[in-house]
RNA sequence: GCGACCAUAGCUCAAGGGCAGAGCACCUGGUUGUGGCCCAGGAGGCUGUGGGUUCGAGCCCCACUGGUCGCCCCA
Protein backbone atom coordinates (compact mmCIF):
# COMPACT_ATOMS: atom_id res chain seq x y z
CA UNK A 1 0.00 0.00 0.00
CA UNK A 2 1.70 3.54 -1.07
CA UNK A 3 2.47 5.59 2.01
CA UNK A 4 1.05 8.94 0.34
CA UNK A 5 -2.01 8.71 -1.56
CA UNK A 6 -3.82 11.60 -3.23
CA UNK A 7 -5.69 13.65 -0.93
CA UNK A 8 -9.77 12.84 0.10
CA UNK A 9 -12.04 13.67 -2.88
CA UNK A 10 -8.79 14.58 -5.06
CA UNK A 11 -7.71 12.01 -8.25
CA UNK A 12 -4.88 11.87 -10.57
CA UNK A 13 -5.88 11.93 -14.07
CA UNK A 14 -3.15 9.43 -15.66
CA UNK A 15 -1.85 9.42 -19.36
CA UNK A 16 -4.59 6.74 -19.96
CA UNK A 17 -7.47 9.22 -19.44
CA UNK A 18 -5.89 12.57 -21.19
CA UNK A 19 -7.34 11.61 -24.64
CA UNK A 20 -10.41 12.28 -23.06
CA UNK A 21 -9.39 15.53 -21.25
CA UNK A 22 -8.02 17.08 -24.45
CA UNK A 23 -10.81 16.04 -26.60
CA UNK A 24 -12.97 17.77 -24.55
CA UNK A 25 -11.39 20.72 -23.50
CA UNK A 26 -10.15 21.20 -26.63
CA UNK A 27 -13.82 21.25 -27.92
CA UNK A 28 -14.75 23.39 -25.31
CA UNK A 29 -12.23 26.24 -26.03
CA UNK A 30 -12.97 25.60 -30.19
CA UNK A 31 -16.49 26.22 -29.16
CA UNK A 32 -16.30 29.00 -26.91
CA UNK A 33 -14.52 30.46 -29.60
CA UNK A 34 -16.80 30.35 -32.68
CA UNK A 35 -19.17 32.42 -30.06
CA UNK A 36 -16.32 34.75 -29.56
CA UNK A 37 -15.40 34.75 -25.96
CA UNK A 38 -12.27 35.06 -24.86
CA UNK A 39 -9.86 32.81 -22.57
CA UNK A 40 -9.35 34.31 -19.14
CA UNK A 41 -7.16 33.04 -16.53
CA UNK A 42 -8.23 34.31 -12.47
CA UNK A 43 -6.72 32.74 -9.65
CA UNK A 44 -6.97 29.72 -7.83
CA UNK A 45 -7.76 31.45 -4.58
CA UNK A 46 -9.38 34.79 -4.15
CA UNK A 47 -9.78 37.04 -1.11
CA UNK A 48 -12.56 35.34 1.22
CA UNK A 49 -14.82 38.24 0.75
CA UNK A 50 -15.45 38.06 -3.12
CA UNK A 51 -17.25 34.46 -2.66
CA UNK A 52 -18.68 34.78 0.55
CA UNK A 53 -20.39 37.76 -1.13
CA UNK A 54 -20.62 37.18 -4.82
CA UNK A 55 -22.18 33.71 -3.95
CA UNK A 56 -24.14 34.24 -1.63
CA UNK A 57 -23.88 34.09 2.41
CA UNK A 58 -27.34 31.61 2.44
CA UNK A 59 -25.60 29.25 -0.25
CA UNK A 60 -24.67 25.80 1.01
CA UNK A 61 -21.67 26.72 -0.61
CA UNK A 62 -20.56 29.54 1.38
CA UNK A 63 -21.93 28.24 4.36
CA UNK A 64 -19.88 24.50 4.67
CA UNK A 65 -18.26 24.26 1.68
CA UNK A 66 -15.54 26.53 1.27
CA UNK A 67 -11.76 26.13 1.38
CA UNK A 68 -10.71 28.96 3.49
CA UNK A 69 -7.49 29.64 5.00
CA UNK A 70 -5.38 32.13 6.48
CA UNK A 71 -2.18 33.42 4.85
CA UNK A 72 1.30 34.52 6.63
CA UNK A 73 0.19 38.16 6.66
CA UNK A 74 -3.40 37.47 8.02
CA UNK A 75 -5.37 37.63 4.94
CA UNK A 76 -8.49 35.32 4.75
CA UNK A 77 -8.36 33.62 1.38
CA UNK A 78 -10.58 30.79 -0.29
CA UNK A 79 -9.70 28.61 -2.76
CA UNK A 80 -12.34 29.16 -5.90
CA UNK A 81 -15.24 27.27 -5.39
CA UNK A 82 -16.57 28.14 -8.79
CA UNK A 83 -15.69 30.57 -11.67
CA UNK A 84 -17.86 33.06 -11.70
CA UNK A 85 -17.20 35.78 -8.83
CA UNK A 86 -13.63 35.82 -9.61
CA UNK A 87 -13.95 36.29 -13.38
CA UNK A 88 -16.38 39.15 -12.53
CA UNK A 89 -14.24 40.35 -9.57
CA UNK A 90 -11.79 40.85 -12.99
CA UNK A 91 -14.05 42.64 -14.90
CA UNK A 92 -14.82 44.97 -12.07
CA UNK A 93 -11.28 45.26 -11.39
CA UNK A 94 -9.78 46.05 -14.91
CA UNK A 95 -12.03 48.06 -16.21
CA UNK A 96 -13.70 46.21 -18.73
CA UNK A 97 -16.76 48.04 -18.97
CA UNK A 98 -15.09 50.62 -20.96
CA UNK A 99 -14.82 47.36 -23.83
CA UNK A 100 -17.02 46.73 -26.29
CA UNK A 101 -19.80 45.12 -24.34
CA UNK A 102 -20.67 42.45 -24.03
CA UNK A 103 -17.75 41.07 -22.22
CA UNK A 104 -17.51 37.38 -23.33
CA UNK A 105 -15.28 35.08 -21.54
CA UNK A 106 -14.43 31.35 -20.81
CA UNK A 107 -12.02 30.02 -18.16
CA UNK A 108 -10.95 25.85 -17.56
CA UNK A 109 -9.49 24.89 -14.12
CA UNK A 110 -9.59 23.51 -10.99
CA UNK A 111 -12.68 24.34 -8.35
CA UNK A 112 -12.68 23.68 -4.56
CA UNK A 113 -15.25 22.52 -2.46
CA UNK A 114 -15.55 20.69 0.86
CA UNK A 115 -17.98 17.66 0.38
CA UNK A 116 -17.58 14.22 0.62
CA UNK A 117 -16.58 12.53 -2.15
CA UNK A 118 -19.43 10.46 -4.17
CA UNK A 119 -19.78 8.92 -7.62
CA UNK A 120 -19.29 12.42 -9.88
CA UNK A 121 -18.32 14.75 -6.87
CA UNK A 122 -15.03 15.44 -5.87
CA UNK A 123 -13.12 18.11 -3.46
CA UNK A 124 -11.30 18.98 -6.62
CA UNK A 125 -12.89 19.26 -9.74
CA UNK A 126 -12.74 20.86 -13.45
CA UNK A 127 -14.83 23.53 -14.88
CA UNK A 128 -15.23 24.74 -18.26
CA UNK A 129 -17.14 28.39 -17.21
CA UNK A 130 -18.27 30.66 -19.43
CA UNK A 131 -18.99 34.31 -18.78
CA UNK A 132 -20.81 37.17 -21.19
CA UNK A 133 -21.16 39.99 -18.94
CA UNK A 134 -22.72 43.42 -19.98
CA UNK A 135 -25.52 42.38 -21.89
CA UNK A 136 -28.89 41.94 -20.52
CA UNK A 137 -30.41 40.78 -24.09
CA UNK A 138 -31.96 37.18 -24.10
CA UNK A 139 -30.10 36.55 -27.02
CA UNK A 140 -26.83 36.08 -24.98
CA UNK A 141 -28.81 33.57 -21.90
CA UNK A 142 -29.35 31.88 -25.55
CA UNK A 143 -25.70 32.05 -26.74
CA UNK A 144 -25.08 30.53 -22.99
CA UNK A 145 -27.41 27.71 -23.39
CA UNK A 146 -26.14 27.45 -26.86
CA UNK A 147 -22.68 26.66 -26.22
CA UNK A 148 -23.75 23.90 -23.74
CA UNK A 149 -25.77 22.54 -26.26
CA UNK A 150 -22.97 22.08 -29.07
CA UNK A 151 -20.31 21.13 -26.35
CA UNK A 152 -22.57 18.25 -25.41
CA UNK A 153 -23.41 17.91 -29.33
CA UNK A 154 -20.19 17.74 -30.52
CA UNK A 155 -18.97 14.79 -27.69
CA UNK A 156 -22.16 12.44 -28.87
CA UNK A 157 -23.82 12.68 -25.71
CA UNK A 158 -27.11 10.26 -26.28
CA UNK A 159 -29.32 11.61 -23.38
CA UNK A 160 -29.01 14.75 -22.25
CA UNK A 161 -31.74 16.95 -21.05
CA UNK A 162 -31.66 20.88 -20.35
CA UNK A 163 -34.26 21.77 -17.43
CA UNK A 164 -34.90 25.76 -17.92
CA UNK A 165 -36.89 28.13 -15.33
CA UNK A 166 -36.97 31.59 -14.64
CA UNK A 167 -36.56 32.78 -11.12
CA UNK A 168 -37.83 36.26 -11.57
CA UNK A 169 -35.54 39.13 -10.68
CA UNK A 170 -35.17 41.72 -7.49
CA UNK A 171 -38.37 43.32 -8.29
CA UNK A 172 -40.87 40.33 -8.66
CA UNK A 173 -39.10 37.60 -6.80
CA UNK A 174 -39.68 38.84 -3.39
CA UNK A 175 -43.03 39.83 -3.77
CA UNK A 176 -43.26 35.92 -5.06
CA UNK A 177 -41.85 34.24 -2.45
CA UNK A 178 -43.35 36.90 0.41
CA UNK A 179 -47.33 37.10 -0.93
CA UNK A 180 -47.80 33.77 -2.88
CA UNK A 181 -45.39 31.10 -1.86
CA UNK A 182 -44.71 31.38 1.72
CA UNK A 183 -48.33 31.24 2.62
CA UNK A 184 -48.94 27.97 0.34
CA UNK A 185 -46.64 26.25 1.99
CA UNK A 186 -47.70 27.71 5.10
CA UNK A 187 -51.36 26.77 4.69
CA UNK A 188 -50.15 22.96 4.24
CA UNK A 189 -46.69 22.64 6.43
CA UNK A 190 -48.14 19.94 8.24
CA UNK A 191 -47.80 17.76 5.01
CA UNK A 192 -44.15 19.09 4.27
CA UNK A 193 -41.23 16.74 5.61
CA UNK A 194 -38.78 18.09 8.44
CA UNK A 195 -35.98 19.13 6.51
CA UNK A 196 -38.32 21.42 4.37
CA UNK A 197 -40.19 22.53 7.38
CA UNK A 198 -36.72 23.72 8.37
CA UNK A 199 -36.17 24.95 4.60
CA UNK A 200 -39.44 27.27 4.55
CA UNK A 201 -38.20 29.34 7.58
CA UNK A 202 -34.44 29.76 5.72
CA UNK A 203 -34.52 29.22 1.98
CA UNK A 204 -38.52 29.26 0.63
CA UNK A 205 -37.70 28.65 -2.88
CA UNK A 206 -35.34 25.78 -2.11
CA UNK A 207 -38.76 24.34 -1.17
CA UNK A 208 -39.30 23.85 -4.74
CA UNK A 209 -36.74 21.50 -5.81
CA UNK A 210 -37.12 19.03 -2.95
CA UNK A 211 -36.66 15.72 -3.26
CA UNK A 212 -38.72 14.43 -0.20
CA UNK A 213 -40.79 12.07 -1.43
CA UNK A 214 -43.81 13.28 1.77
CA UNK A 215 -43.36 17.06 0.19
CA UNK A 216 -43.35 15.94 -3.49
CA UNK A 217 -47.83 16.46 -3.41
CA UNK A 218 -47.38 19.77 -2.21
CA UNK A 219 -44.52 21.23 -3.83
CA UNK A 220 -46.55 19.71 -7.47
CA UNK A 221 -49.18 21.97 -6.53
CA UNK A 222 -47.44 24.90 -5.54
CA UNK A 223 -48.30 28.25 -7.70
CA UNK A 224 -44.88 28.33 -10.32
CA UNK A 225 -42.85 31.46 -9.80
CA UNK A 226 -42.91 31.44 -13.71
CA UNK A 227 -47.04 33.08 -13.48
CA UNK A 228 -45.83 35.58 -11.36
CA UNK A 229 -43.13 37.04 -12.64
CA UNK A 230 -42.81 41.12 -13.50
CA UNK A 231 -43.45 42.15 -17.11
CA UNK A 232 -39.61 42.35 -18.25
CA UNK A 233 -38.50 38.60 -16.54
CA UNK A 234 -41.81 37.37 -18.73
CA UNK A 235 -40.73 38.65 -22.14
CA UNK A 236 -37.24 38.06 -21.27
CA UNK A 237 -37.86 35.00 -20.53
CA UNK A 238 -40.53 34.52 -24.06
CA UNK A 239 -37.59 35.69 -25.70
CA UNK A 240 -35.31 32.98 -24.75
CA UNK A 241 -37.72 30.56 -25.32
CA UNK A 242 -38.56 31.90 -29.06
CA UNK A 243 -34.77 31.34 -30.02
CA UNK A 244 -34.27 28.17 -28.30
CA UNK A 245 -37.31 26.89 -30.21
CA UNK A 246 -36.64 28.31 -33.46
CA UNK A 247 -32.95 26.71 -33.38
CA UNK A 248 -34.28 23.48 -32.55
CA UNK A 249 -32.96 23.24 -29.49
CA UNK A 250 -34.88 20.95 -26.80
CA UNK A 251 -35.68 21.73 -23.66
CA UNK A 252 -38.00 20.95 -20.43
CA UNK A 253 -39.49 23.97 -18.41
CA UNK A 254 -39.47 23.21 -14.82
CA UNK A 255 -41.06 25.36 -12.43
CA UNK A 256 -39.42 23.76 -9.69
CA UNK A 257 -35.58 24.21 -11.00
CA UNK A 258 -34.38 26.73 -8.36
CA UNK A 259 -30.35 26.65 -8.14
CA UNK A 260 -28.26 26.82 -5.33
CA UNK A 261 -26.23 29.90 -5.76
CA UNK A 262 -27.80 33.33 -4.21
CA UNK A 263 -26.74 35.56 -7.82
CA UNK A 264 -29.27 34.28 -10.34
CA UNK A 265 -32.38 36.27 -11.55
CA UNK A 266 -34.70 35.00 -14.56
CA UNK A 267 -33.05 32.67 -16.42
CA UNK A 268 -31.62 29.13 -14.86
CA UNK A 269 -30.82 25.75 -16.45
CA UNK A 270 -29.29 22.93 -15.78
CA UNK A 271 -27.87 20.04 -18.00
CA UNK A 272 -28.35 16.10 -16.60
CA UNK A 273 -26.71 13.19 -18.35
CA UNK A 274 -27.61 9.41 -18.31
CA UNK A 275 -24.86 7.69 -17.05
CA UNK A 276 -23.62 9.43 -14.32
CA UNK A 277 -25.32 8.01 -10.58
CA UNK A 278 -27.21 10.10 -8.23
CA UNK A 279 -25.07 13.17 -9.57
CA UNK A 280 -25.97 13.71 -12.90
CA UNK A 281 -25.85 17.56 -13.48
CA UNK A 282 -23.12 18.20 -16.25
CA UNK A 283 -23.34 21.14 -16.51
CA UNK A 284 -25.70 24.33 -15.42
CA UNK A 285 -26.09 28.24 -15.54
CA UNK A 286 -28.34 31.08 -15.22
CA UNK A 287 -28.37 34.52 -15.47
CA UNK A 288 -26.87 37.22 -12.47
CA UNK A 289 -28.09 40.81 -13.41
CA UNK A 290 -27.24 41.61 -9.80
CA UNK A 291 -23.51 39.97 -9.25
CA UNK A 292 -21.28 42.94 -10.62
CA UNK A 293 -22.98 45.17 -8.25
CA UNK A 294 -22.38 42.73 -5.08
CA UNK A 295 -19.26 43.02 -6.09
CA UNK A 296 -18.59 46.56 -6.24
CA UNK A 297 -19.07 47.60 -9.83
CA UNK A 298 -21.96 49.27 -11.91
CA UNK A 299 -24.83 48.02 -12.18
CA UNK A 300 -24.32 45.42 -14.99
CA UNK A 301 -26.37 42.26 -16.64
CA UNK A 302 -24.38 39.07 -16.83
CA UNK A 303 -24.87 35.56 -17.84
CA UNK A 304 -23.37 32.34 -17.46
CA UNK A 305 -22.37 28.28 -16.99
CA UNK A 306 -20.25 26.20 -15.87
CA UNK A 307 -19.90 22.10 -17.16
CA UNK A 308 -17.90 19.67 -15.10
CA UNK A 309 -15.53 17.92 -16.83
CA UNK A 310 -15.04 14.89 -14.75
CA UNK A 311 -18.56 14.11 -15.07
CA UNK A 312 -18.51 14.70 -18.67
CA UNK A 313 -15.76 12.11 -18.55
CA UNK A 314 -17.37 9.61 -16.84
CA UNK A 315 -20.47 10.22 -19.19
CA UNK A 316 -18.28 9.31 -22.28
CA UNK A 317 -16.97 6.32 -20.24
CA UNK A 318 -20.30 5.09 -19.52
CA UNK A 319 -21.49 5.25 -22.99
CA UNK A 320 -18.21 3.64 -24.53
CA UNK A 321 -17.39 6.99 -26.25
CA UNK A 322 -13.85 6.56 -27.38
CA UNK A 323 -11.96 10.13 -27.70
CA UNK A 324 -9.58 10.62 -30.79
CA UNK A 325 -5.92 9.28 -29.50
CA UNK A 326 -3.42 11.44 -28.47
CA UNK A 327 -0.39 11.45 -31.18
CA UNK A 328 2.45 9.34 -30.39
CA UNK A 329 5.24 8.21 -31.98
CA UNK A 330 5.52 6.09 -34.72
CA UNK A 331 8.71 4.90 -35.52
CA UNK A 332 10.60 2.77 -33.21
CA UNK A 333 14.41 2.24 -33.27
CA UNK A 334 16.02 -1.35 -32.56
CA UNK A 335 19.54 -1.56 -32.83
CA UNK A 336 22.68 -4.26 -32.33
CA UNK A 337 26.06 -3.40 -31.59
CA UNK A 338 27.48 0.05 -30.07
CA UNK A 339 28.02 2.04 -33.20
CA UNK A 340 24.31 1.15 -34.69
CA UNK A 341 23.27 2.85 -31.37
CA UNK A 342 24.65 5.81 -32.56
CA UNK A 343 23.56 5.97 -35.49
CA UNK A 344 20.25 4.92 -34.43
CA UNK A 345 20.37 7.67 -31.73
CA UNK A 346 21.44 10.07 -34.52
CA UNK A 347 18.65 8.90 -37.32
CA UNK A 348 15.64 9.51 -34.31
CA UNK A 349 16.97 12.78 -33.55
CA UNK A 350 16.69 13.59 -37.62
CA UNK A 351 13.41 12.23 -37.34
CA UNK A 352 12.02 13.92 -34.14
CA UNK A 353 13.41 17.47 -35.70
CA UNK A 354 11.28 16.81 -39.01
CA UNK A 355 8.73 16.51 -37.26
CA UNK A 356 8.16 12.69 -36.74
CA UNK A 357 8.61 10.86 -33.33
CA UNK A 358 10.57 8.57 -32.79
CA UNK A 359 11.66 6.08 -29.55
CA UNK A 360 15.05 4.64 -29.57
CA UNK A 361 15.82 1.36 -27.50
CA UNK A 362 17.80 2.26 -24.32
CA UNK A 363 20.39 0.05 -22.90
CA UNK A 364 21.94 -3.20 -25.27
CA UNK A 365 19.86 -5.55 -24.94
CA UNK A 366 18.58 -8.50 -26.99
CA UNK A 367 17.11 -7.71 -30.06
CA UNK A 368 14.41 -9.75 -29.02
CA UNK A 369 13.79 -8.05 -26.35
CA UNK A 370 14.01 -5.02 -28.21
CA UNK A 371 11.08 -5.87 -30.71
CA UNK A 372 8.68 -7.13 -27.57
CA UNK A 373 9.41 -3.40 -26.34
CA UNK A 374 8.32 -2.18 -29.94
CA UNK A 375 5.71 -4.25 -30.11
CA UNK A 376 4.25 -2.52 -27.08
CA UNK A 377 4.96 1.04 -28.10
CA UNK A 378 2.90 3.31 -30.01
CA UNK A 379 5.10 2.70 -32.65
CA UNK A 380 4.10 0.45 -36.12
CA UNK A 381 7.22 1.09 -37.82
CA UNK A 382 10.07 -0.64 -36.48
CA UNK A 383 13.62 0.60 -38.01
CA UNK A 384 16.32 -1.91 -37.34
CA UNK A 385 20.06 -0.96 -37.75
CA UNK A 386 22.98 -3.60 -37.20
CA UNK A 387 26.17 -3.66 -38.38
CA UNK A 388 25.59 -5.27 -41.70
CA UNK A 389 22.56 -2.31 -42.03
CA UNK A 390 25.90 0.00 -41.25
CA UNK A 391 28.31 -0.79 -43.47
CA UNK A 392 25.89 -0.05 -46.60
CA UNK A 393 24.73 2.99 -45.20
CA UNK A 394 21.26 1.13 -44.86
CA UNK A 395 18.10 0.32 -42.44
CA UNK A 396 15.65 -2.21 -42.01
CA UNK A 397 11.85 -0.37 -41.71
CA UNK A 398 9.67 -3.16 -40.75
CA UNK A 399 6.08 -3.11 -40.09
CA UNK A 400 4.53 -4.14 -37.28
CA UNK A 401 1.46 -4.58 -38.89
CA UNK A 402 1.75 -6.18 -41.63
CA UNK A 403 5.35 -7.78 -41.08
CA UNK A 404 7.05 -6.55 -44.20
CA UNK A 405 10.60 -5.34 -44.33
CA UNK A 406 12.42 -3.29 -46.76
CA UNK A 407 16.15 -1.55 -46.99
CA UNK A 408 15.91 2.17 -46.83
CA UNK A 409 18.93 4.33 -47.20
CA UNK A 410 20.20 6.34 -44.42
CA UNK A 411 20.33 9.66 -45.83
CA UNK A 412 16.64 9.04 -47.31
CA UNK A 413 15.06 7.34 -44.17
CA UNK A 414 13.65 10.94 -43.18
CA UNK A 415 12.09 11.70 -46.52
CA UNK A 416 10.86 8.07 -46.83
CA UNK A 417 8.64 8.24 -43.45
CA UNK A 418 7.10 11.68 -44.45
CA UNK A 419 6.04 10.12 -47.92
CA UNK A 420 4.53 7.22 -45.93
CA UNK A 421 2.86 9.26 -43.44
CA UNK A 422 1.63 11.68 -46.13
CA UNK A 423 -0.27 8.60 -47.60
CA UNK A 424 -1.21 7.29 -43.76
CA UNK A 425 -1.78 9.87 -41.14
CA UNK A 426 -2.48 9.05 -37.90
CA UNK A 427 -5.59 6.72 -37.54
C1' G B 1 -22.46 16.89 8.49
C1' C B 2 -25.44 11.87 8.44
C1' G B 3 -26.10 6.56 6.74
C1' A B 4 -24.70 1.80 4.30
C1' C B 5 -21.02 -1.35 2.24
C1' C B 6 -15.85 -2.24 1.56
C1' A B 7 -10.10 -2.41 2.36
C1' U B 8 -4.95 -8.96 0.56
C1' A B 9 0.75 -7.87 -5.24
C1' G B 10 0.41 -2.34 -10.13
C1' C B 11 -4.95 -4.38 -11.64
C1' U B 12 -9.05 -8.20 -10.86
C1' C B 13 -9.68 -11.50 -7.04
C1' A B 14 -8.70 -16.42 -3.90
C1' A B 15 -6.99 -18.42 1.00
C1' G B 16 -13.00 -23.29 6.24
C1' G B 17 -9.07 -19.23 13.18
C1' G B 18 -3.27 -22.92 11.55
C1' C B 19 2.91 -22.18 5.72
C1' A B 20 -0.34 -15.59 1.75
C1' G B 21 -1.90 -17.63 -3.61
C1' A B 22 -3.81 -17.31 -8.93
C1' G B 23 -4.83 -14.72 -13.51
C1' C B 24 -3.51 -10.27 -16.04
C1' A B 25 0.39 -6.70 -16.24
C1' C B 26 5.94 -6.08 -15.53
C1' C B 27 11.31 -7.98 -16.24
C1' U B 28 14.74 -11.87 -18.22
C1' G B 29 15.55 -15.99 -21.21
C1' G B 30 13.97 -20.02 -24.99
C1' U B 31 22.09 -20.47 -28.97
C1' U B 32 23.80 -17.01 -35.03
C1' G B 33 20.34 -10.19 -35.70
C1' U B 34 13.55 -9.73 -35.56
C1' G B 35 7.63 -8.45 -31.91
C1' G B 36 2.59 -10.70 -31.11
C1' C B 37 1.20 -16.93 -29.76
C1' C B 38 3.58 -20.55 -26.73
C1' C B 39 7.17 -22.29 -22.86
C1' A B 40 10.56 -21.49 -18.59
C1' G B 41 12.21 -18.38 -14.87
C1' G B 42 12.26 -13.69 -11.96
C1' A B 43 10.66 -9.61 -9.35
C1' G B 44 6.60 -7.78 -6.77
C1' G B 45 3.14 -8.19 0.23
C1' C B 46 4.75 -5.82 7.64
C1' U B 47 -2.90 -8.57 4.27
C1' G B 48 -4.83 0.19 5.08
C1' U B 49 -3.18 1.95 10.43
C1' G B 50 -3.45 1.15 15.73
C1' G B 51 -5.36 -1.66 19.64
C1' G B 52 -8.01 -6.13 21.56
C1' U B 53 -9.67 -11.62 21.87
C1' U B 54 -6.80 -16.27 21.09
C1' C B 55 -1.63 -21.04 22.07
C1' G B 56 -2.20 -18.93 17.12
C1' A B 57 -5.66 -13.49 13.37
C1' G B 58 -5.72 -11.86 6.29
C1' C B 59 -10.11 -14.15 8.78
C1' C B 60 -13.35 -12.52 15.14
C1' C B 61 -14.11 -7.47 18.12
C1' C B 62 -13.14 -1.93 18.66
C1' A B 63 -11.21 2.68 16.95
C1' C B 64 -9.00 5.49 13.18
C1' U B 65 -7.79 6.40 8.03
C1' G B 66 -9.14 5.76 3.15
C1' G B 67 -12.40 4.00 -0.84
C1' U B 68 -17.31 3.19 -2.89
C1' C B 69 -22.47 4.31 -2.96
C1' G B 70 -26.53 7.10 -1.03
C1' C B 71 -28.84 11.66 1.85
C1' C B 72 -28.03 17.06 1.50
C1' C B 73 -26.35 19.98 -2.47
C1' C B 74 -24.27 20.50 -6.79
C1' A B 75 -20.43 20.31 -11.78
Not at 206 to 221: C, G, I
Not at 352 to 372: D, E, P, T, W, Y
Request: proline share 7%; hydrophobic share 40%.
Amino acid sequence: MARYQAPRGTQDVLPEDQAYWQWVLGLAREIAGRYGFQPIDVPVFEDTEVFARGVGTGTDIVEKEMYTFKDRGGRSLTLRPEFTAGIVRAYIEHGMRVRPQPVKLYAIGPVFRYEAPQAGRYRQHTQFSCECIGEADALADFEIMSIAWDLYAALGFQEVQFQLNSIGCQHCRPPYIRDVLVPYLQSRINELSKIDVERLQKNPLRVLDTKEPESQPVVAEAPPITEHLCAECRDHFAQLRFYLDMLERPYELNPRLVRGLDYYTKTVFEVTAAGLGAQNAVGGGGRYDGLVEVLGGPPTPGVGFAAGIERIVLVLKAQGTTPPPLPAPRVYFVHHGSPAKDAAVALADQLRHSGIGALVAFGNRSMKSQMRQASKSSARYVVIIGEEELSRGEVQVKDLQTGQQVAVRQAELVQWFQNLFAQHPPQ
